[in-house]
Antibody, heavy 114, light 110 residues
Framework: EVQLVDSGGGLVQPGGSLRLSCAAS????????MNWVRQRPGKGLEWVAN????????NYVDSVKGRFTISRDNAKNSLYLQMNSLRAEDTAVYYC???????WGQGTLVIVSS | QSVLTQPPSASGTPGQRVTISCSGS????????VNWYQQLPVTAPKLLIN???QRPSGVPDRFSGSKSGTSASLAISGLQSEDEADYYC???????????FGGGTKLTVL
């Protein structure tokens, strides 16, 4: 059974940093692009970033370029999102998702507030 | 403002057929396949349709997808109360070099 388990969310002050993790199991992790998608409170889905199977290609939505970094550890079947210079507008539930978003984690809540 | 445009709301009575539209452009929907997702309250989204019109295993055949030019549609026939949810379209955008989602459509079963 495919499972994606998101973790690492929490309350952080504006300008702070946070690292999200996604533990994958039940499939061959190295065969798939992986994504982070976020959902601000009461709003729709927004794709944040994705990373190729071997980590050689990464893409980001403009609003996080230069602040967020997506990475993966294929030996640990894990996906990460390093978030720096956080802003209030980054407050959201963050989901990891496989490939064309066929499987999703349960989400982890990030709140950026003083 | 989302790159893909969906109506904010839709509604129908049990047993009816409803359609939800998703309007894009030549850099996204025209060139790439469209997926549809269902999000029930306080849960992660679920893939309903991929590749414009393919249903993953386990998705009822009441759900169907279509695409023409720069627009796509999700149709739900035999509407049921458990279909009340938010629905999103998504595709790759070649100009933005990223995935784009529609703003979402809240479906109400009256």
């Amino acid at each position: 059974e495919v499972q994606l388990v998101d973790s690492g969310g929490g309350l952080v002050q504006p300008g702070g940093s946070l690292r999200l993790s996604c533990a994958a199991s039940g499939f061959t992790f190295t065969s798939y692009w992986m994504n982070w998608v976020r959902q601000r409170p009461g709003k729709g889905l927004e794709w944040v970033a994705n990373i190729k199977q071997d980590g050689s290609e990464k893409n980001y939505v403009d609003s996080v370029k230069g602040r967020f970094t997506i990475s993966r550890d294929n030996a640990k079947n894990s996906l990460y999102l390093q978030m720096n210079s956080l802003r209030a507008e980054d407050t959201a539930v963050y989901y990891c998702s496989r490939s064309h978003f066929d499987y999703w984690g349960q989400g982890t809540l990030v709140i950026v507030s003083s | 403002q989302s790159v893909l445009t969906q109506p904010p709301s839709a509604s129908g009575t049990p047993g009816q057929r409803v359609t939800i539209s998703c309007s894009g452009s030549s850099s996204n929907i025209r060139r790439n396949t469209v997926n549809w997702y269902q999000q029930l309250p306080v849960t992660a989204p679920k893939l309903l349709i991929n590749g414009d019109n393919q249903r993953p295993s386990g998705v009822p055949d009441r759900f169907s997808g279509s695409k023409s030019g720069t627009s796509a549609s999700l149709a739900i026939s035999g509407l049921q109360s458990e279909d009340e949810a938010d629905y999103y379209c998504a595709t790759w955008d070649d100009s933005l070099n990223g995935w784009v989602f529609g703003g979402g459509t809240k479906l109400t079963v009256l």
